[in-house]
T-cell receptor, first 115, second 110 residues
Framework: GAGVSQSPSNKVTEKGKDVELRCDPISGHTALYWYRQSLGQGLEFLIYFQGNSAPDKSGLPSDRFSAERTGGSVSTLTIQRTQQEDSAVYLC?????????????FGPGTRLLVL | DQQVKQNSPSLSVQEGRISILNCDYTNSMFDYFLWYKKYPAEGPTFLISISSIKDKNEDGRFTVFLNKSAKHLSLHIVPSQPGDSAVYFCAASARSKLVFGAGTILRVKS
């Protein structure tokens, strides 16, 4: 596609429920990243996929968070047993090769509100 | 710990004047720096970048300066336009993942 797309654009859920957020990267980009932005904060790295390599999960805040990338393209970020502090904008980005000194292109984000 | 800091939460500039946004970092391993611009309800949009081997990169109205010894970079926008009003994020990279500052809200008054 022309750019990174994410769905849903907004999600409201109740505390304790599971949510799935989807990201479609730019066609041909081998690297995919998830970040989140909490209110008044900068973007916080969550997880990074590069080709067929094992993902870098070092930014995931707890074991309630997981992500997968099927077929080297679409990625799903899953949050289990959501908590109110999970409320944030979840942003996905992709880049061509996932090496250093490379621009990451962002999607519009999914705004998650946990009540 | 905050490895990338944008100490000014907001900046207000008159149209036509220069906007200067600042960013400081602590990790000497960072070798690539980027500025992103973000409008409400949209994802960040890449603006300009600079490699650690350079001290200046220019693209139209936008110039980024890097002072490695001071671990400081700045974004200059001249002349500033009302459409430049947005949140500006500084980001730094050591390998692949980006570390972002908290952002500076720029408001350009006409």
């Amino acid at each position: 596609g022309a750019g990174v797309s994410q769905s849903p654009s907004n999600k409201v859920t109740e505390k304790g429920k599971d949510v799935e957020l989807r990201c479609d990267p730019i066609s041909g980009h081998t690297a995919l990243y998830w970040y989140r932005q909490s209110l008044g904060q900068g973007l916080e790295f969550l997880i990074y996929f590069q080709g067929n390599s094992a993902p870098d999960k070092s930014g995931l805040p707890s074991d309630r968070f997981s992500a997968e990338r099927t077929g080297g393209s679409v990625s799903t970020l899953t949050i289990q047993r959501t908590q109110q502090e999970d409320s944030a904008v979840y942003l996905c980005a992709s880049s061509l090769a996932g090496v250093g000194r490379e621009t990451q292109y962002f999607g519009p984000g999914t705004r998650l509100l946990v009540l | 710990d905050q490895q990338v800091k944008q100490n000014s939460p907001s900046l207000s500039v008159q149209e036509g004047r220069i906007s200067i946004l600042n960013c400081d970092y602590t990790n000497s391993m960072f070798d690539y720096f980027l500025w992103y611009k973000k409008y409400p309800a949209e994802g960040p949009t890449f603006l300009i970048s600079i490699s650690s081997i350079k001290d200046k990169n220019e693209d139209g109205r936008f110039t980024v300066f890097l002072n490695k010894s001071a671990k400081h970079l700045s974004l200059h926008i001249v002349p500033s336009q009302p459409g430049d009003s947005a949140v500006y994020f500084c980001a730094a990279s050591a390998r692949s993942k980006l570390v972002f500052g908290a952002g500076t809200i720029l408001r350009v008054k006409s």
